[in-house]
């Protein structure tokens, strides 16, 4: 699974998301609209995945491992 909520809370993003993950994400997202999310360890992510960031504009801690997220996506959500 690429989508977990840590024991703190915090939902951590790992390696490929993919589009069935976005469900996944924005249903962690919805119980706890103030978590943060950790994506230190993500590799990529599907378009859906960006969508629902976008949207739910939580606290994005850590910086990805894609140079791609890191330098245009970080910038959007």
Do not use: K, Y
């Amino acid at each position: 699974m690429t989508v977990t909520v840590s024991p703190d809370g915090a939902i951590l993003l790992q390696g490929i998301c993919t589009l069935d993950d976005a469900e996944l994400l924005l249903r962690s997202l919805s119980d706890d609209p103030r978590a943060p999310v950790d994506w230190t360890d993500c590799g990529h992510v599907h378009t859906a995945i960006v969508q629902v960031l976008m949207a739910a504009r939580p606290r994005l801690v850590g910086s990805p491992t894609n140079s791609f997220l890191r330098q245009h996506l970080a910038a959007l959500v």
